[in-house]
């Protein structure tokens, strides 16, 4: 058989009448997979979870329907030999290829161990629901997680009132290199504030570097979350000073605040400055000067539309470029500069979590960068006793 007569499974949005989108699988015949629409559908009305979520699972879904077919299993079966479909992802590209010889192993691979990983989660995230709904047998589930029970495990771990607990394993899972996110330095961000040739361009590199913001929760912002006045009780907010308010709600152009609770970030005076500049910008081009999103497109594309999640990465691409940085900075580094500016200036990890947006300090965590200076600080913050000299 050829591949190109193999059935090419894919992802698919599906716009409901209501204006609600999801993503769901198509097989080559472009009819609906069930059992796969049934879990994207659950996910994204049953569990609430973003468009963005049903995309990347329903392309993951989509890539192990397509590993079944092509290595001639049913997608039940399929769970048992999910080793070979890690090798499969690793080296498969992203369509069917006119040219299998390049697809084996041995080719390059095309996903990372991260990537893999991703999709493995997606994976079995479709195999539970499956088996959950009747739609798949039960021992899939034994092939997806290794069980154990909590009395193997030492007597600190065990619950606390030593009733035996099962826990689960997953049995598939790449080690992923360990390369943490780099915070964009001080001097790197106002390089590429320099870089800016317009007043909206330096509004987002400082959204994200003084403010912290996420590139989901910059291009969602409408003016309206924006409370840049000393007093906003006249506007039902009882917050004082200038902030802004991230607020999680589906948005045109795919944008998604991630955190499920809503925030407010305080605003600093350059970020007031800032957005004055911006305002008169924008009011300066007539086709922009409406709609409620803040950061619209002002020089290309369609003129006044809300700006596009990729549009941030290529603008940041292309100030670190301007800048002639030594590196390419990319928007999470300015969320990261602003997390680590917060605690080198004596910030607490529960205000840092609020301020990003986190549930659990925990998730903080990955956002500490101490520099070699605050190492040094921390150390001789502690008094030093006194110790008996030499012969005494
Ligand atoms: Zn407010």
């Not at 059992?35 to 192990?64: I, K, M, Q």
């Not at 006045?229 to 006249?234: G, N, S």
């Not at 802004?244 to 400055?273: E, F, G, Y």
Request: aromatic share 6%; net charge positive; with cysteine.
């Amino acid at each position: 058989m050829s591949p190109q007569s193999l059935p090419a499974f894919r992802s698919f949005r599906v716009r409901l009448p209501s204006g609600v989108a999801y993503w769901t699988v198509l097989d080559g015949e472009l009819r609906l997979v069930d059992a796969a629409d049934a879990f994207l559908r659950h996910l994204r009305f049953g569990r609430d979870s973003a468009e963005s979520t049903t995309e990347s699972y329903a392309g993951a879904t989509a890539l192990y329907l397509r590993w079944c077919a092509e290595s001639g299993r049913a997608w039940t079966i399929g769970a048992r030999h999910l080793g070979m479909f890690m090798v499969w992802l690793r080296h498969a590209p992203r369509c069917p290829s006119p040219t299998p010889e390049f697809n084996g192993p041995g080719s390059k691979p095309v996903r990372g161990p991260r990537r893999v990983n991703a999709v493995l989660a997606a994976v079995r995230e479709f195999l539970k629901y499956a088996v959950s709904s009747g739609a798949a047998p039960a021992w899939v589930i034994d092939q997806l997680y290794e069980t154990g029970d909590s009395r193997d495990l030492p007597a600190e771990v065990q619950g606390e009132l030593g009733i035996p607990r099962g826990y689960a394993k997953v049995r598939h899972r790449l080690h992923e290199p360990d390369d943490p996110v780099d915070r964009a330095s001080d001097e790197e961000i106002v390089a590429l504030v320099r870089a800016c040739r317009s007043a909206r361009d330096r509004l987002i590199v400082l959204l994200m570097a003084r403010a912290g913001l996420r590139r989901g929760e910059l291009v969602g912002l409408r003016r309206a979350d924006l409370h840049f006045v000393l007093d906003a009780r006249p506007l039902g907010c009882p917050i004082p000073g200038s902030h802004l308010h991230i607020v999680r709600r589906d948005n045109t152009n795919r944008a998604w605040a991630k955190s499920r609770s809503s925030r407010a970030v305080p605003a600093d005076s350059l970020l007031l400055q800032a957005h004055d500049q911006y305002v008169i910008e924008r009011a300066g081009i007539a086709t922009a000067a409406d709609g409620d999103f803040l950061l619209v497109n002002l020089f290309r594309g369609r003129i006044g539309a809300p700006m596009r999640l990729g549009a941030i990465n290529e603008l940041m691409t292309s100030l670190s470029r301007r800048a002639r940085l030594e590196r390419r900075i990319r928007p999470h580094q300015g969320r990261h500069g602003f997390a680590d500016n917060i605690m080198a200036a004596g910030g607490q990890l529960d205000e840092l979590a609020n301020l990003l947006g986190h549930a659990s300090p925990l998730s903080s965590q990955p956002y500490l960068h101490p520099s070699h200076q605050r190492l040094r600080e921390a150390v001789e913050r502690v008094p030093s006793p006194r110790l008996p000299r030499q012969g005494e």
